[in-house]
Structures are given as structure tokens and as C-alpha cells.
């Protein structure tokens, strides 16, 4: 059983979709951890919350077996809070509140042990110069660049920024499609991996929602298919995709297979609202039905 960390802030998110709209946990604390918890990683969370976080939103990380120890709680502050409206393919998404920083440094001793490390930020938590300390003393380090990338106006409206990111010794970098477009200045999907090298990762993980995603590990690069289903809430897909791809390929250590995995889980999590779909009985094994089909249709690019 693979041992796994994933440091970020757990969030509230106040989620608009076409259906509805209603207040959930998320993060890629939350997503990407309970994607790995169903394919069985032992998974903890780092994460800084506020007085005012839930505590039924823990008690769901508890139920599935995360690690919650490395949580730390400032009752006098706020916990991380977005508001994300959806609007067909688009999102608008709007810091409320933000919980404190996550001082990496100070976490090195307990993340040295384990086989592989998530940094999912999503509010500006670590920074690069923390996260380039921590290459060397982890066995593995992971990061998905989101929360770096963002930058806020008076409002709380969230939009990207160009990031000058070259981490070499980085495991993986997982993005989004609007994210990779914005990194790196273009449009073009294999163009973008190929840029993305200057990163330095040994595994780049591009994910392009309804498209499903390319990944690329040194001279191989694949393309992985959706699988086809109807989309209730798109929140934290990628992140589950993240989340299920580490968890997997530290337990087989076949990139295809796990890329099939991780696009599994994704579309499990698109069919309800919020991280819901990851606590319902039998996930795992209808994320290998399906990742039986998608890794017949995987192509090298």
C-alpha cells in the first residue's frame, strides 16, 4: 500500500452548477485524497482550516481512512472559501475568505518517509522557493500549480497568471488545460508538453476535461480518452485525476494503466455533486470496469 501525502488548504466551495447550487468541501486536499483512499493508498493531509470549517467535512476524509493528524486548525482565522459558477465549459471562480499559510519547511521530517508527496495549493498556501527546498528530501514530490498561478482582483475574482515555473527534480506536474495554455503561451496540446519539459518533471500530466488528457513520461507520450458520461459538477476532476493516477502508478508502476485509472475515477466524480461520487459503495471496481475500456483506447502520440 503505497503511503501518500497531499498538502493543501481543504476548502469550502459555494458550487453553482445548472441544477442547482449547494456548499460542499473541496480542494485538491479533498478530491485528490479520497481518489486515493479508493484505490487504496494510505493517504494524510497537511492542511491549514479555520474555526469555521465543518467538522462533518472531516468526518467524511475520517470515514475513508484519511490521515487527518497533519490537519492544523486556527480558530481565530477563516477557512479557504471559493464561490465557482459554471457556466457551460466555463467557470467563474471567487475567493471569499482565506485560511492561513502551510509552512513546508517545517513538514519535511514527516513527508521525507513516505513514497510520494502532492502539493495541491490553491490560495497561494507554499510558494516555489518552499517547494524547490523540498526537492532532495522527499523520495517523490508532486505538484499540480493552480493555487501559484492565481491572482485576485478587488472583487475576489480569480484569474491566471503566467508563472516563470522550472522545478527540475519535480516527479510530476499535473495541469489544466487552461492553466498549461496560460504556463506556457500556446494552444496547441502536444506543443504544450513539449514546453513543459523546461519544467523539469519526469512526468507531465495535461488534463483537458471532455478530451480526456495527454501524459507524457520522456519520449513517451500518450493520449488518454474520456470516458463518456454525463457531467452533473465538474469540480475537482483533475483533481481526482492527480489524486488516482499517483496512487495507481505507485502501486503498478505501468503509466497506461494508470492513466486509464485516473480517467476512471475523473468521470466517476463529473456524475455528482462535489466529491460525493468517490464515497458511494463500489467506486473502486466500477473505476476498473471503466479503466478496462479507456486503456484499450489509449494512443501514443
Given at each position: 500500500m503505497p503511503k501518500i501525502a497531499v498538502v493543501g488548504h481543504l476548502t469550502i466551495d459555494e458550487i453553482e452548477v445548472e441544477c442547482g447550487s449547494y456548499t460542499s468541501m473541496g480542494g485538491v486536499a479533498c478530491y485528490a485524497s479520497l481518489a486515493a483512499r479508493v484505490l487504496g493508498a494510505d493517504v494524510k493531509i497537511f492542511t491549514r482550516i479555520g474555526g469555521d470549517f465543518p467538522r462533518n467535512y472531516l468526518e467524511v476524509l475520517e470515514d475513508a481512512g484519511v490521515d487527518l493528524s497533519g490537519v492544523v486548525v486556527g480558530e481565530d482565522e477563516r477557512s479557504t472559501k471559493f464561490k465557482l459558477t459554471y457556466m457551460g465549459d466555463r467557470r467563474c471562480l471567487r475567493l471569499l475568505s482565506r485560511a492561513g499559510g502551510i509552512e513546508l519547511e517545517k513538514l519535511a521530517g514527516e513527508l521525507q518517509s513516505l513514497d510520494a508527496v502532492y502539493l495541491g495549493p490553491v490560495a497561494w498556501e507554499v510558494d516555489i522557493e518552499s517547494i524547490s527546498k523540498l526537492l532532495g528530501r522527499v523520495r517523490r514530490l508532486a505538484l499540480d500549480p493552480q493555487g501559484l498561478m492565481r491572482t485576485i482582483d478587488e472583487a475576489g475574482f480569480i484569474k491566471l497568471k503566467r508563472l516563470d515555473l522550472e522545478i527540475p527534480g519535480l516527479w510530476i506536474l499535473r495541469l489544466s488545460g487552461e492553466e498549461a495554455e496560460v504556463l506556457t503561451g500556446s494552444t496547441d496540446?502536444?506543443?504544450?508538453?513539449?514546453?513543459?519539459?523546461?519544467v523539469g518533471a519526469e512526468?507531465?500530466?495535461l488534463t483537458l476535461g471532455r478530451l480526456g488528457g495527454i501524459i507524457a513520461h520522456g519520449a513517451d507520450v500518450i493520449k488518454v480518452p474520456c470516458y463518456e458520461t454525463s457531467i452533473f459538477d465538474p469540480t475537482g476532476a483533475g483533481d481526482v485525476f492527480g489524486g488516482a493516477f499517483i496512487a495507481s502508478y505507485l502501486d503498478c508502476w505501468d503509466l497506461r494503466w494508470a492513466a486509464a485509472m485516473a480517467s476512471a475515477m475523473a468521470s466517476i466524480v463529473v456524475e455528482g455533486s462535489s466529491f460525493k461520487p468517490l464515497t458511494s459503495p463500489g467506486?473502486?471496481?466500477e473505476a476498473k470496469r471503466r479503466a478496462e475500456k479507456i486503456y484499450r483506447l489509449i494512443e501514443p502520440l
Open positions: 496540446p502536444i506543443e504544450i508538453i513539449d514546453r513543459l519539459k523546461r512526468i507531465t500530466i467506486v473502486r471496481d
